[in-house]
């Protein structure tokens, strides 16, 4: 719309026209004849499409699997990670950031804003043709951002159930293209068991059932272990469009980055949402061929490196569109990085799987320049669960009210704004198991007893319990409230939710390449 501004124009004048074109359609045209200018000055004071979309900014969500706290440059990072170095000096550093200790329940919190055991009460992670996943009843961040009229896509990896009723498009994504689990949840002969610079192993009773169930596992209806796993499936949309194999395991991401930056092309003219979970840097780690070897330290940390490169495709594609004033970017990783396949999660103690600070603390970045200030950083407690509420705070969707969260909103903390606070207790779950809380800077491991002051112990190596008996009494208070919400060494609990459950879970394509039907519009079967 036309903005012209008229210089030296008495308000006294301004003012009371204004108010006459309001009452009548009559005035509006006695001030065409009379003043054209005026009205048009008038009109540059109305809202324009630029400016009411400007209420709503966008949102991208970069979620790396199994990336150390260290593993990047802004962290204290080995490996060059220039985009990422970039993004951290425009934006803010989140080094108190909670995920949780494993792929599925980070998941959960990330899409429900809600502590993992409320939504996904399972003791580990879902695998494929599981029976349960997300509920369809949960209220996602997909679902509340659409409703508000926001484009919504997933790239990458989902974790939260493979089954119809719980892939991205029936939880509140209008597209998805990617895995619906890790990268290591198909055949051994495929690539997917271990790394390209090794053999590649043979299956051994390839499809068949061991003595436990499915796979072993003593929780059958999780899905699929070991040699029981069948092809892996890329899906696009509501169809099965690849099997993937090894020459395809290098691939990931590129081309999600690809199908990232063309959801944001297509969408710059309205409020998107793209949650963007790579499958990298998951073992079995299959860099680029273009990134093999690149950081001369492993595979893994080439990897990181084709992540800077994937980071820094969809900031520039941002700044190019001019979008970069309008739209928060958050990176960062779904659980801590396993120390034992080349994660460095320093200073951190623990690794992948547990709940001391290596196992859930996740390097976390911000970016959105103009609104956070650039160079900044905080170390309030913040968690997957927050974003849900913040990223529907800034969107101004009224439905965020009406939802039973844990998260907060923290766009006050990302903001800078005076008096803004993260949580005030954080609870440590791993699986079914309420296994430390934190309050401030103090942490509190039940089974050891042990007692850590985070701000001068990082590390958790000095147990100060002894010393800090009413802190300990104080943080045992608010276990026991978070334990008679969502319980403790049990999935049952008065607020925990009902998992979704399907009968007679199938995979998304067998050991012999059928496509299962509903997802074989495109093939049939594959090779």
Sequence with gaps: MRRLTVL?????????????????????????????????????????????????????????????????????????????????????????????????????????????????????VLFPAAAVGLNPKTTTVAEVLRGAGYATACVGKWHLGDQPEFLPT????????????????????????????????????????????????????????????????????????????????????????????????????????????????????????????????????????????????????????????????????????????????????????????????????AWWPGKVAAGSQTKAITAHMDLLPTFGSLARCKAIGELKLDGKDISPVLLGENGAAGHEVFHYYRGFNLEAVRSGPWKYQFATKQLFNLDTDIGETTNVAKEHADIVAQLEKHAESMKADLGDKTKDAPGVRELGRVANPQPLIGHDGTVRAGFNKIAKKLP
């Excluded at 084709?306 to 700044?319: A, I, K, M, P, Y």
């Design 8 to 124: 030296l124009l008495s308000s006294l004048v301004i003012a009371p026209l204004r108010s006459l074109l309001r009452r009548s359609a009559r005035f509006v045209a006695l001030a065409v004849s009379l003043c054209p200018a005026l009205v048009l000055l008038f009109s540059a004071t109305l809202p324009s499409e630029a400016s009411a979309k400007d209420g709503q900014p966008n949102f991208i969500l970069i979620n790396i699997d199994d990336l150390g706290y260290a593993d990047i440059g802004p962290f204290g990072g080995k490996v060059a990670t220039p985009q990422l170095d970039r993004m951290a000096k425009e934006g803010m550093k989140l080094t108190s950031h909670y995920a949780a200790p494993v792929c599925s329940p980070s998941r959960a919190a990330m899409m429900s804003g809600c502590y993992p055991k409320r939504v996904l009460p399972i003791p580990g």
């Design 170 to 365: 029936a939880q509140g994504f209008d597209h998805y293209f990617g895995i619906p689990y890790s990268n290591d949840m198909g055949p051994a002969s495929e690539g997917s068991k271990s790394n390209p610079d090794k053999p590649l192993p043979k299956d051994n009773n390839k499809g068949k059932e061991t003595k436990n169930g499915k796979g072993g596992d003593s929780e059958p209806e999780t899905g699929l272990k070991g040699n029981a796993q069948p092809p892996l499936p890329l899906v696009d949309d509501h169809n099965v469009v690849e099997r993937v194999k090894v020459a395809e395991h290098h691939t990931f991401t590129r081309r999600y980055t690809e199908r990232a930056v063309k959801f944001i092309r297509e969408n710059q003219k309205k409020p998107f949402f793209l949650y963007l979970p790579h499958n990298a840097v998951h073992f079995p780690h299959y860099p680029h061929p273009d990134y093999m070897g690149k950081s001369g330290i492993s595979l893994q940390k080439d990897w990181v490196m084709e992540v800077d490169w994937s980071v820094g495709q969809v900031l520039d594609t941002l700044r190019e569109l001019k979008l970069d004033s309008n739209t928060l970017v958050i990176f960062t990783s779904d659980n801590g990085g396993p120390t034992n396949q080349g994660a460095d999660n320093t200073p951190l103690r623990g690794s992948k799987g547990s709940t001391l600070e290596g196992g859930m603390r996740v390097c976390t970045l």
